[in-house]
């Protein structure tokens, strides 16, 4: 996934601001089903974006240990575009068609909560709707430190996405992508 969040604001008051952001993501490789030449997404299929004014609602406590924002849009334009017209009907996109625009309200939240020195949590929870779909994404990664040398991260990923009857599996419309991952530190 590559994803790209610019926002700017205003401050209105303390921790709150007049704000707009742009957010975009898309696929890096291609991914096919299980099995099979099937392409399911590829790079700029799809793209999505998201332009939208709202207000900015910054929180940290004093230690700074937990933090993040609170972003509420009451107008928001979403775009999804395919590159390659083939996976339109996998998007919700008219078949034929790369693109669907639409209006609708906007909620992003981020957190960071360092629970302890060697474990914190990072949480990004994005909802968008045009009233008539609705996508909410929920992210989660949790980070240890295991030595000087060593760090792992647990990653779960669940997502609500009804905006096209082919995202409807034997679970309904919601996804869950989860992954442990291990790595290597080392600084001079």
């Known amino acids: 996934l590559l994803r790209l969040t610019t926002k700017l604001g205003y401050k209105a008051y303390k921790t709150i601001y007049y704000s707009t952001q742009i957010q975009t993501n898309t696929q890096i490789v291609p991914v096919y089903d299980a099995n099979s030449d099937n392409m399911r997404t590829n790079f700029l299929s799809p793209l999505n974006l998201s332009i939208s004014v709202g207000l900015d609602y910054k929180f940290a406590t004093k230690n700074n ?14 775009m999804k575009y395919v590159r390659l017209v083939e996976l339109a009907g996998r998007h919700g996109i008219p078949s034929g068609q790369h693109a669907y ?88």
């Not at 994404?137 to 990923?157: H, P, R, V």
């Open 65 to 78: 240990k937990f933090r993040g924002n609170i972003y509420l849009a009451p107008v928001s334009y979403n």
């Open 101 to 188: 625009h639409n209006f609708g309200p906007s909620i992003t939240a981020n957190a960071y909560w360092q629970i302890l020195q060697n474990l914190s949590w990072n949480s990004r929870i994005y909802w968008v709707s045009n009233l008539s779909y609705t996508n909410i994404e929920w992210e989660n990664t949790i980070s240890f430190t295991i030595n000087k040398y060593l760090n792992a991260k647990l990653f779960i990923y669940p997502k609500f996405d009804d905006s096209s009857k082919h995202y409807k599996g034997e679970h309904g419309y919601i996804m869950m992508k989860e992954w442990l991952s291990f790595g290597f530190n080392y600084s001079w």
